[in-house]
């Protein structure tokens, strides 16, 4: 079956940095995406990856291994308008998103 | 830019009547449209995706003669909520993407909020 695998609830101070790792295991691969959702609103995309590597965009960056079904989003100098939930989603063969269940961030003073 | 509206934001409704939830891509074409559920504290549950021009297609375990789709034009999509039952209050949202088939990136709309009474 299909599966993608994000921890359920992370805590992060503000101004720090933060690390949400994402495993997958899909039938094909045609990229990972990032999306933030804020409490009682739609997800909005932060981030899309099909290359293995880094890519960065502002405080956010995801990085992506195909080999190891892998991906993380780092999110750096925290701030408290980064609470929410952070969704990973993998495009499998057919074009369909796969989603994860989405990990909850809470930044604390 | 790839901006989404949804309308209306949130609807209150008697059971038994039905509600239509419009989609619309603002700013680009969207041969592909997707509905999503989504419950307090859950992940979103895909309901169904439709292609411009043709039927949606839907989801296991979703009734399309409950959850109407139609995606007349490439900016437009509805889904209609048929004879909504408190049980279909949820948090509606759709999503649309450029690529046929859901091959690009879905930009979301802002959600529309059912209670049904």
Redesign the interface.
Known sequence: GQNIDQPTEMTATEGAIVQINCTYQTSGFNGLFWYQQHAGEAPTFLSYNVLDGLEEKGRFSSFLSRSKGYSYLLLKELQMKDSASYLCAVMDSNYQLIWGAGTKLIIKP | G?VVSQHPSWVICKSGTSVKIECRSLDFQATTMFWYRQFPKQ??M?MATSNEGSKATYEQGVEKDKFLINHASLTLSTLTVTSAHPEDSS?Y?CSASR?A???D???????T?LTVL
């Open positions: 790839a992940s979103l895909l948090f949202i690529g088939g859901g091959a990136t879905q930009y979301f709309g802002p959600g909020r």
